[in-house]
C-alpha cells in the first residue's frame, strides 16, 4: 500500500512570496490533515479535511494560509506572503476515517520550508 | 499553553538496557494517548497507543503505561536497540475532538552500541 506523498521535499524561499505544499493521501482515506513542525516542537495542527469539507481550522493563520482538497483527495496548503516565523516542516497526514478512535493517522516524510 | 509535556529533550542508553520516556498532560478531557516514532526526513510513525480505560498496553518490546490520576504516561522500551535511536513524539486526544492529536515535543532517544 503506498503511504502519504508530498511534494516538493524542500522549498527555500524569500520572505513575501508565496509558496504551495501538495498531499495525495492514502487511498480510500477520508480524513486528511496538515500540520505544521517548527523545529524543536511537536506537530501542530492548522486544518482537518473529512472528504472535501473542513473539520477544523482554528490554528490555521487564515489571513496567509489557505488549503484546500478538492474532489476530497489530495490537497494543496498554500502560504502567502511568507513571514520567516513560517519556517517549518509542513506535515501531512491521513486517515481511513472519522469513525473509530484506533484509526491510526499515517504521516508523509513533510516539506521543510526555510523562508529567508 | 502546552496540554502535552514531554520534560526530557533527550535520552541516552546503553544497548541492550530499558529506556524509559515521560510524558505529562494537563487536560483532563484527553482519553486516548498514543506514541509516535520519528527518524530525521521522516514523518512520525505510529508506534503505540492506550486508552483511557487501561492502565498498560504491551506490544513486543515496547510498553506504555498510563497513570489517570497523576495524568502522565510512559513508554517502556525492553531491550533498547540502536534502531530504536529516534524522536518520540507523545500525543492524546479526546473531548469531542474529531479525534485531533495533541503532541508533546519529543524526546530525542539515542541507544548506544
Known amino acids: 500500500e503506498a503511504g502519504v506523498a508530498q511534494s516538493p521535499r524542500y522549498k527555500i524561499i524569500e520572505k513575501r512570496q508565496s509558496v504551495a505544499f501538495w498531499c495525495n493521501p492514502i487511498s480510500g482515506h477520508a480524513t486528511l490533515y496538515w500540520y505544521q513542525q517548527i523545529l524543536g516542537q511537536g506537530p501542530k495542527l492548522l486544518i482537518q479535511f473529512q472528504n472535501n469539507g473542513v473539520v477544523d481550522d482554528s490554528q490555521l493563520p487564515k489571513d496567509r494560509f489557505s488549503a484546500e482538497r478538492l474532489k476530497g483527495v489530495d490537497s494543496t496548503l498554500k502560504i502567502q506572503p511568507a513571514k520567516l516565523e513560517d519556517s517549518a516542516v509542513y506535515l501531512c497526514?491521513?486517515?481511513?476515517?472519522?469513525?473509530?478512535?484506533?484509526?491510526?493517522?499515517?504521516f508523509g516524510p513533510g516539506t521543510r520550508l526555510t523562508v529567508l | 499553553d502546552q496540554q502535552v509535556k514531554q520534560n526530557s529533550p533527550s535520552l541516552s542508553v546503553q544497548e541492550g538496557r530499558i529506556s524509559i520516556l515521560n510524558c505529562d498532560y494537563t487536560n483532563s478531557m484527553f482519553d486516548y494517548f498514543l506514541w509516535y516514532k520519528k527518524y530525521p526526513a521522516e514523518g512520525p510513525t505510529f508506534l503505540i497507543s492506550?486508552?483511557?480505560?487501561?492502565d498498560k498496553n504491551e506490544d513486543g518490546r515496547f510498553t506504555v503505561f498510563l497513570n489517570k490520576s497523576a495524568k502522565h504516561l510512559s513508554l517502556h522500551i525492553v531491550p533498547s536497540q540502536p534502531g530504536d535511536s529516534a524522536v518520540y513524539f507523545c500525543?492524546?486526544?479526546?473531548?469531542?475532538?474529531?479525534?485531533?492529536?495533541?503532541f508533546g515535543k519529543g524526546t530525542l532517544l539515542t541507544v548506544n552500541p
Open positions: 500525543a492524546a486526544m479526546g473531548g469531542g475532538s474529531n479525534y485531533k492529536l495533541t
Open positions: 492506550i486508552s483511557s480505560i487501561k
Open positions: 497526514a491521513s486517515r481511513l476515517s472519522g469513525g473509530a478512535v484506533t484509526d491510526t493517522q499515517y
